[in-house]
């Protein structure tokens, strides 16, 4: 009698191998975990960016023997702030205001017009076709990665020889330019200026000039807006190029204004509460303009790099 064998026979099919699923509570303890993490980097991150500003608040308090006497990221017993925004305002008959003024000009009028500019030339790029514009393009994009500070001396010489070194004109006309404009805009205009729009208003007899202000401008409205605050922003906090280009203090923005304080405080201790207070001043237009365009910044950002 033969034995019968149980083996499995080569060749046949085997049922497939299932691997364990995660458990639902695994999946929450997951993700959990990344919740937790992504929130402890985010809460470092912003730690590092206000405490600089904190500081300054603190300090904007303080008399010059508090700054070094006392704690630095706390208040002192005896906190003078208005007086210490008095002093800024009153010193040397008013010099900060005028620092104040000169750069909300420098910001304000270079910022409008530089996005205007930017938004003339990206859209020009974007929707026309023209001998050399694949040049223009490039040296937009080069213009993107060459560091402010690397044109200020140049930009010195010429205006030198143009008589504009030393005027208000030295400053602003190259706060005008906006590599960065003119490629944001061109993307943008790109992906939400339709063609259709541009020809059936060429149907309907409006000029070149009509289609891109009555038309493109409102189609662009997010991206002037990030083009506005970026230029806004980077004018404000411009030093080299003021430094480079004035010497008259009267057209000095607040910048280099709170510069020239900060370099007197080995002769004049006092000048560091003048100092403290100053910048206290000089970041509330920056974080109220950032308040007020944040959301069309946003905006700006995400449907200007989407292309349909």
């Known amino acids: 009698m033969s034995a019968t064998t149980t083996a499995p026979q080569q060749g046949a099919p085997q049922a497939p191998r299932q691997d364990r699923a995660p458990s639902s509570s695994e999946g929450a303890r997951r993700r959990r ?27 904007a308090t303080k008399s010059t023997q508090d700054l070094f006497g006392t704690n630095g ?19 040397d008959g008013g010099i900060f205001v005028r620092w104040l003024l000169n750069s909300l000009l420098y910001a304000g009028l270079g910022a409008v017009l530089a996005t205007y500019f930017a938004a003339a030339a990206g859209y020009a790029l974007a929707k026309y076709e023209f001998r050399g514009r694949g040049l223009v393009q490039a040296l937009v ?44 805009c061109q993307v943008y205009a790109r992906a939400t200026v339709p063609d259709s729009m541009v020809e059936a208003a060429r149907l309907d007899g409006a000029g ?33 190029l ?31 509460q003048l100092t403290t207070a100053g910048v206290l001043v ?16 946003r905006g700006g950002l995400t449907e200007g790099a989407v292309k349909d």
């Open 208 to 240: 070149e000039l009509r289609i891109f202000h009555v038309f493109a401008l409102r189609a662009l409205a997010p991206a002037l807006v990030t083009v506005l605050l970026f230029q806004v922003v980077g004018i404000w906090n411009n030093y080299f």
């Open 242 to 272: 003021p430094l480079v280009m004035l010497a008259d203090q009267q057209l000095y923005p607040v910048t280099l204004g709170l510069t020239a304080w900060r370099s007197q405080v080995d002769r004049l201790p006092e000048f560091y």
């Open 33 to 59: 975990g990344t919740t937790v993490l992504v929130t402890a980097v985010l809460a470092v991150v912003t730690a590092y960016f206000l405490l600089p500003v904190y500081w300054v608040v603190v300090a």
């Open 282 to 297: 000089s970041v509330i237009p920056l974080a109220v303009a950032m308040l007020v365009l944040q959301r069309f910044w």
């Open 141 to 184: 994009l080069g213009g993107v990665l060459v560091p402010g500070t690397a044109t200020a001396l140049p930009l010195f010489l010429l205006f030198s020889q143009m008589g504009l070194a030393n005027t208000y004109w030295g400053v602003l006309v190259p706060s005008l330019v906006s590599p960065f404009g003119v490629f944001l």
């Open 73 to 91: 990221f706390w208040f002192s017993s005896s906190p003078q702030l208005l007086s210490n925004l008095s002093a800024v305002f009153t010193y």
